[in-house]
């Protein structure tokens, strides 16, 4: 029984002459209300994952009393083609809150581990290097 969390667009580029990847954070849709008021102050958080460990965090900005934010920053991680193989991004929406502590709405994994649409997003993304590829995501609970 999965609860709807919303979903998650971002989009994907690899540029490996640079060893650059680009997530670009473009908007989110339908996210799960955590405050009161029946919305959220969601921001994104991306991880960069190796070997299960965290190497890098980057967040956006948050935006405030809104369940379908529109964000469009690039998140850039250096990543030397020969560790792709090696390397998965944790991606979590999550609601700042200016009292205790920011929660976490949901969160999907790309990479080379993840699973279903998460791994197809980053073979596609491999597949065609220089061009930005972005698919909209469904947000799971955190296991």
């Known amino acids: 029984e999965s609860v709807d969390l919303g979903e998650i667009m971002f989009s994907l580029c690899y540029l ?8 670009t954070v ?8 955590m405050d009161i008021t029946g919305y959220s102050d969601p921001y994104v958080k991306v991880s960069l994952l190796c070997d299960g460990r965290r190497l890098k965090k ?3 900005t948050i ?21 792709m193989d090696q390397v ?13 502590h ?3 709405i949901g969160v999907c ?5 993840a ?16 061009k930005p590829i972005a698919h909209w995501h469904p947000l799971v609970e955190v296991k």
């Open 58 to 60: 980057k967040k956006t």
């Open 115 to 130: 699973e279903g649409l998460g791994r197809d997003h980053w073979n596609e993304m491999l597949a065609y290097p220089r």
């Open 26 to 33: 473009i908007k989110c849709r339908n996210l799960k209300a």
């Open 16 to 23: 490996p002459t640079a060893g650059r990847l680009t997530l």
């Open 63 to 83: 935006k405030k009393n809104t369940l379908n934010p529109t964000y469009n920053e690039a998140i850039i991680f250096d990543i030397p083609p020969e560790n």
């Open 88 to 100: 998965s991004l944790l991606i979590s929406v999550m609601d700042y809150d200016r009292v205790g």
């Open 109 to 113: 994994r790309v990479g080379v581990n």
């Open 102 to 104: 920011n929660e976490i």
